[in-house]
């Protein structure tokens, strides 16, 4: 149990355009989703957390404009990347935690790797 | 001091010995604590869960954790080549309500066949 899916596993788009990214828990709930975005031979960053039917919360430092959350059900969020830029270029992942379990296990995606050209 | 403390290796063991991987957290109220395995170019899985003082074992896998010196660690056992990654040590500093995991930088393994 607890599997996470993440689509698109691969995008390469042009400067300027949007980018949607999708995570589904499939066979569990989660009210809550994170958003994460990895740089090459660097650590997990925490970008934002995502609760069902609220605003997502963005760590410092984040654009809340830029990267759109969106966690209309409890197995999905979504994560669009407006006008990206190459600088946008990174390894996004999206994790779930289980609804029922306080101790907050977190179950990632396999990743969405970005490449802005 | 960071709040997940990690050395970033590499870590090289030769095969079919044991790996031992350690991490220290600040947080002197933390409940629960998680090892992660992330292979090259993929996503993190979560390999061990530990909640409570004392050992945990799963198969090759035993999680330590001593909340009285914020220090959880992660042992391997028969090490293969196929346990080479990065190990991330994550810790949930607020347990319920609002939550928020802590990974460390994570701990290069490398098995030497």
């Known amino acids: 149990g607890a599997v996470v899916s993440q689509h698109p596993s691969r995008v390469i788009c042009k400067s300027g355009t949007s980018v949607k990214i999708e995570c589904r828990s499939l066979d569990f709930q989660a009210t809550t989703m994170f958003w994460y975005r990895q740089f090459p031979k660097k650590s997990l960053m925490l970008m934002a957390t995502s609760n069902e039917g609220s605003k997502a919360t963005y760590e410092q430092g984040v654009e809340k404009d830029k990267f759109l959350i969106n966690h209309a059900s409890l197995t999905l969020s979504t994560l669009t990347v407006t006008s990206a830029h190459p600088e946008d270029s990174s390894f996004y992942i999206c994790?779930?935690?289980?609804?029922?379990?306080?101790?907050?296990?977190?179950?990632f995606g396999p990743g969405t790797r970005l490449t802005v050209l | 001091q960071k709040e997940v403390e990690q050395n970033s290796g590499p870590l090289s063991v030769p095969e079919g010995a044991i790996a031992s991987l350690n991490c220290t957290y600040s947080?002197?109220?933390?409940?629960?604590f998680f090892w992660y395995r992330q292979y090259s170019g993929k996503s993190p899985e979560l390999i061990m869960s530990i909640y409570s003082n004392g050992d945990k074992e799963d198969g090759r896998f035993t999680a330590q954790l001593n909340k009285a010196s914020q220090y959880v660690s992660l042992l391997i056992r028969d090490s293969q080549p196929s346990d080479s990654a990065t190990y991330l040590c994550a810790v949930n500093m607020r347990p319920g309500g609002y939550q928020k995991v802590t990974f460390g930088t994570g701990t290069k393994l490398q098995v030497i066949p």
């Open positions: 947080d002197r109220v933390s409940q629960s």
């Open positions: 994790s779930a935690s289980l609804d029922r379990n306080k101790y907050n296990e977190q179950f």
